[in-house]
């Protein structure tokens, strides 16, 4: 990671990232990350929010007096009483993602409900982005969908699709039609493997046709919980024909960059 | 456990139609992607017809939709002079001699169970929504669908019957059990209309309301659809949706214009059939005129 000012040492700040689905922290000292925590989002935000900050604060030993600032992202940013500030979750995509990869000029953000394209200079200012909030064909519970229809456990679709040896066409874009096209595959005894790579290559073609909106530039950069999914980042490779920097902790990326946004504004 | 979204499937004969003495049968099969209708005709009158659910094969739902629409009539399948296949699955009717669009048969299927003054035709189906323009004969002058994605179809209020634990049929009277009409579910996707609706209830929405704000967005999701085509009277509403009167009324709300009432001698489901089959007694007519 790139080391940073002198002066800036000892800046202890906090980036929250309300997600439809998770919650997740990110802690900051010195550009170094001293801790991570998830939470499922639960009956309200504001809850699941202090839960996943407390966990934090836990993991990294320290008080919450203890952060300079702290500064939220995700659509549920507002819903953070302890954040002094926010920032859009394409301005946080933007941030983390040069952070870890300085050379990334596209950056790929595929979360539970949304998906998002951010073409940015060298600097990461934004210079274009597409989003997808309407449709689930484009987002992460597409493939969650499927894995219940399929019944394979999401964190093995990525795995398992990549054991097929045979593309697939699906025909429905839309989740609920895909559902039952997946059950008519399941009947025709298609392969589990084959299918689940149907599924990956269904919902890269639409995070593909998204990006293609702003454009590719290299180098392009993958972020968000579905990136978790190796299926799918090979069909989105495929897809888009370009090599992707995927990072270790793909889906903590918008907190990461709502951290160093807090470190800029306090 | 209770499936919650299955509609009752069912079939009927025509009481007086003496199909011996008839000259002309035909037939028309449509085979939806989610019901597949069968529907007879003798002389171009309604005699016979079946719906039912599709199944994981096309032509195996064909076959047994046209089984059940003969069954008890005493009448054959080569009793049947012409059959065409229609809907989503039509390549898949094995014993149709031809198909046509699911477009044309439901202008057409309209044209008779309304009359000639029909020129707007809504079909709201299972898997699609079509906004259909038609002429004094049925024939199609102009149609708008939507075929990718579930929102304002049978699909979504079957997702929404399910996790509401409403049956299907019961949905409509429910959705007006409200003190006062709520603001639509405001997620078109439906997938996400589902979370929406779970965090309504746990906010404390009882399910009618519930019911009254989807059914609600599903008017308006078919209302922009029309609106785009504009909608010219006499309007009616074909497929399985017409039967909701919570969606019906709501979309006649948002057009201010009212839809012809469903003519009790007809289920609004089988107009595609109808037309199918009026299709095939126009072309057995055609065959004999050549032959002479």
Request: with cysteine.
């Amino acid at each position: 990671m790139p080391t940073l000012l002198k002066e800036e040492r000892e800046v202890i700040t906090a980036g929250i990232d309300v997600g439809a689905k998770t919650v997740k922290v990110v802690i900051l000292k010195d550009g170094q990350i001293l801790s991570r925590a998830k939470v499922l989002v639960g009956f309200d935000q504001r809850t699941s929010a202090e839960g996943a900050f407390d966990e934090a604060l836990r993991l990294a030993g320290l008080s919450s007096e203890e952060i300079e600032h702290v500064t939220a992202t995700g659509v549920g940013r507002k819903e953070v009483p302890f954040a002094e500030t926010d920032i859009t979750e394409v301005g946080a995509a933007a941030k983390g993602a040069t952070f870890l990869f300085p050379s990334a000029r596209t950056i790929i953000d595929v979360g539970a409900e949304e998906g998002r394209a951010v073409k940015c200079d060298e600097t990461g200012k934004i210079k274009d982005f597409a989003i997808n909030e309407k449709c689930a064909a484009g987002a992460g519970a597409f493939v969650e969908a499927m894995s219940r229809a399929l019944e394979i456990k999401l964190e093995e679709m990525g795995e398992i699709s990549l054991l097929s040896k045979k593309a697939v066409p699906m025909n429905a874009q839309c989740t609920v039609f895909a559902e039952s096209e997946v059950v008519s595959l399941i009947h025709a005894k298609t392969p589990k493997e084959d299918i689940a790579r149907a599924i990956h290559d269904a919902i890269a073609s639409r995070i593909a046709s998204m990006v293609r909106r702003v454009g590719v530039e290299r180098e392009v950069a993958l972020i968000g919980g579905v990136a978790k999914n190796i299926g799918f980042v090979d069909s989105l490779r495929r897809s888009l024909g370009v090599d992707l920097l995927v990072p270790d902790e793909p889906e903590f990326v918008c907190a990461l960059g709502a951290a160093l946004v807090a470190r800029e504004e306090r | 456990m209770r499936e919650y979204w299955r509609w009752p499937e069912y079939r009927r004969t025509v009481p007086d139609v003496n199909w011996r003495e008839g000259k002309i049968i035909t037939a028309g099969v449509d085979v939806g992607s989610v019901s597949s209708k069968a529907v007879i005709m003798v002389d171009g009158e309604l005699f016979a017809y079946s719906i039912m659910r599709t199944g994981s094969s096309s032509p195996d739902s064909a076959q047994r939709a046209m089984d059940w629409a003969l069954e008890g009539t005493g009448m054959k399948l080569e009793d049947i002079q012409y059959i065409i296949g229609t809907g989503y699955g039509r390549v898949n009717v094995p014993f149709a001699t031809r198909t046509i669009t699911e477009i044309a048969c439901h202008a057409r299927g309209a044209n008779y169970m309304w009359g000639p003054t029909v020129r707007t035709v809504m079909d709201m189906g299972g898997q699609d929504c079509k906004a259909i323009r038609c002429d004094h004969r049925g024939k199609v002058t102009a149609f708008l669908m939507n075929d990718k994605c579930a929102a304002g179809t049978g699909r979504g209020m079957e997702v929404f019957a399910d996790l509401l634990a409403v049956p299907i049929e019961e949905v409509g009277e429910l959705s007006f059990q409200v003190d006062e009409e709520p603001e639509p579910v405001s997620s078109t996707c439906v997938v996400f209309a589902k979370s929406e609706a779970i965090g309504l209830l746990r906010k404390g929405w009882p399910k009618e309301k519930v019911l009254a704000a989807y059914c609600s967005a599903m008017a308006k999701r078919i209302y922009e659809l029309l609106a785009r085509i504009g909608v010219e009277e006499d309007f009616v509403i074909t497929g399985g949706i017409a039967k909701n009167i919570g969606v019906v009324r709501r979309l006649e709300r948002e057009l201010g214009i009212k839809a012809l009432p469903i003519n009790p001698k007809y289920d609004p489901m089988i107009a595609g059939g109808i037309g199918a089959a009026l299709f095939a007694k126009a072309l057995v007519e055609k065959g004999k005129r050549e032959k002479r």
